[in-house]
């Protein structure tokens, strides 16, 4: 119902930017949430940040104040602008949408990811 690229990754020294961009195609219109999660090999997926349909955000407390998600809604996209990037922040960054199209019926559609490398 709902395919999501990313793009936008790449290698950057620490203390540099990058801006992650997600394209979603599909029934776009039905998604509630979108977010961003970054995922290390033998780590948990975890939230980076999300937005809610009409623009509300929350992130996470290892990124806020150095990362900013938008939305816009006409080119049905969703990025995330990276600033004073850390070594710790090289993770597989994935775009995620959630659909609910009724109560208590939710589903979740995942991105491909794309690879963040940041050098000391």
């Known amino acids: 119902q709902v395919q999501l690229v990313e793009s936008g990754g790449g290698l950057v020294q620490a203390g540099g930017s990058l801006r992650l961009s997600c394209a979603a195609s599909g029934s776009t219109s039905s998604i509630n949430t979108s977010g961003w999660y970054r995922q290390v090999p033998g780590k948990q997926r975890e939230l980076v940040a999300r937005i809610s349909a009409l623009g509300s955000t929350n992130y996470a407390d290892f990124v806020r104040g150095r990362f900013t998600i938008s939305r816009d809604s006409a080119k049905n996209t969703v990025d995330l602008q990276m600033n004073g990037l850390k070594p710790e922040d090289t993770a597989v960054y994935y775009c995620?949408?959630?659909?609910?199209?009724?109560?208590?019926?939710?589903?979740?559609?995942w991105g491909q990811g794309t690879q963040v490398t940041v050098s000391s």
């Open positions: 995620n949408a959630v659909v609910v199209p009724v109560m208590g019926l939710k589903f979740d559609y």
